[in-house]
């Protein structure tokens, strides 16, 4: 969908091997973090349990919206929601896994994380899926292609003002 971009995120983890600046995240220190927290430039934000904070920087939401795209936001449950309170119009898809073990499954062999931060994720994770309910849409990643049908069609049906696709 060439009229959607994915807003890049601004993280303090430390960056792996393999990702650049402004293309998986905008890297930033903790004390840049501070700053533009302080001085409002983040539309939402979040701090995990492990010491890390992400969040979506207004200016770029901006670029994208300047560009004539629609901005899509990968967020954490929290994050949606603050996004749902406080941005007119904004549409909310709730994305998890076919089942807690497929979660789990998934993180480890992603293998980035020591054993300790999948322990804090997976309990993150639990307290997120008690979130679902409140978001406009639910899409369960059992099918890649099934689920990028459906985010599709949400997308097109949203813009276009039909909302074809029921909500739970």
């Known amino acids: 969908m060439p009229e959607v971009e994915l807003a890049v995120s601004a993280t303090t ?19 840049e973090f501070d700053e533009k927290l302080a001085a409002g430039e983040f539309l939402e934000h979040v701090e995990f349990p492990w010491g890390q904070r992400s969040g979506t920087l207004r200016s770029e939401i901006a670029r994208i919206t300047d560009s004539g795209k629609i901005p899509l936001l990968d967020l954490e449950p929290q994050g949606a929601l603050d996004v749902k309170n406080s941005v007119p119009g904004a549409v909310t898809i709730f994305v998890e896994a076919p089942s807690f073990e497929e979660n789990e499954r998934r993180l480890r062999a992603r293998a980035t994380e ?7 994720r997976l309990e993150l994770a639990r307290e997120q899926l008690s979130q679902a309910g409140e978001f406009d849409f639910l899409i369960v990643n059992d099918d890649l292609d099934r689920a990028l049908g459906e985010l599709t069609e949400i997308v097109r049906g949203e813009r276009s003002g039909a909302g074809t696709v029921s909500r739970p």
């Open 13 to 31: 983890r430390d960056r792996r091997e393999g990702e650049a600046n402004g293309r998986e995240y905008w890297f930033i220190s903790d004390e």
């Open 114 to 120: 020591s054993e300790g931060e999948i322990e804090d």
